[in-house]
Antibody, heavy 118, light 106 residues
Framework: EMQLVQSGAEVKKPGESLKISCKGSGYSFSTNWIGWVRQMPGKGLEWMGI????????RYSPSFQGQVTISADKSISTAYLQWSSLKASDTAMYYCVKRDSSGPFDYWGQGTLVTVSS | DIQMTQSPSSLSASVGDRVTIDCQAS??????LNWYQHKPGKAPKLLIYAASNLATGVPSRFSGGGSGTDFTFTISNLQPEDVATYYCQQYDYLPTFGQGTKLEIK
């Protein structure tokens, strides 16, 4: 069974760093694009970026370029989303997504809630 | 960026009704358009891909159509479990989502 399992909820202070994870199973992790989607409280879905673990090709939404880093360790089928200095405005639910070869996001992780508050 | 404009932003309908949501792209995206259902506390779920193709296991009361810049999503025979927010998403280049349509039951 294909699954994406994300790391647990995080509570951080502004200025702190954070790396959340998403482990894929039941499919070929290296040969499928994996990405991240943000949902801020009470708001809609925003695509952040995507990576091809096989060659580390990474694409970012212009809105998130330079704000986050997407990476992956294909040896353990895990993707990451990282911040070097969190802001209160990073408070949101973050979903990892697997992209089907034809384009749609066919599998979603359960979400990781990140709360940034002083 | 390709902008996606969804309408309406919210909608209330009765069980058994036919419901339609529109999505307009800021430029021609051919049929590179998907629809997702998002229920509170759950992960979003793919319903329709490539504008009109039903994803695996999705009930046939859901359908999609359109191409180019104008797309529609329809639920025929609305059921109580269809209460959710629905999003269109283009994937012609860098993906973008519409702002969502919140569907409630009257």
């Amino acid at each position: 069974e294909m699954q994406l399992v994300q790391s647990g909820a995080e509570v951080k202070k502004p200025g702190e760093s954070l790396k959340i994870s998403c482990k894929g199973s039941g499919y070929s992790f290296s040969t499928n694009w994996i990405g991240w989607v943000r949902q801020m409280p009470g708001k809609g879905l925003e695509w952040m970026g995507i990576m091809y673990p096989g060659d580390s090709d990474t694409r970012y939404s212009p809105s998130f370029q330079g704000q986050v880093t997407i990476s992956a360790d294909k040896s353990i089928s895990t993707a990451y989303l990282q911040w070097s200095s969190l802001k209160a405005s990073d408070t949101a639910m973050y979903y990892c997504v697997k992209r089907d070869s034809s384009g749609p996001f066919d599998y979603w992780g359960q979400g990781t809630l990140v709360t940034v508050s002083s | 960026d390709i902008q996606m404009t969804q309408s309406p932003s919210s909608l209330s309908a009765s069980v058994g009704d036919r419901v339609t949501i529109d999505c307009q792209a800021s430029q021609d995206i051919s049929n590179y358009l998907n629809w997702y259902q998002h229920k509170p506390g759950k992960a979003p779920k793919l319903l329709i891909y490539a504008a009109s193709n039903l994803a695996t296991g999705v009930p046939s009361r859901f359908s999609g159509g359109g191409s180019g810049t104008d797309f529609t999503f329809t639920i025929s025979n609305l059921q109580p479990e269809d209460v959710a927010t629905y999003y269109c998403q283009q994937y012609d280049y860098l993906p973008t989502f519409g702002q969502g349509t919140k569907l409630e039951i009257k």
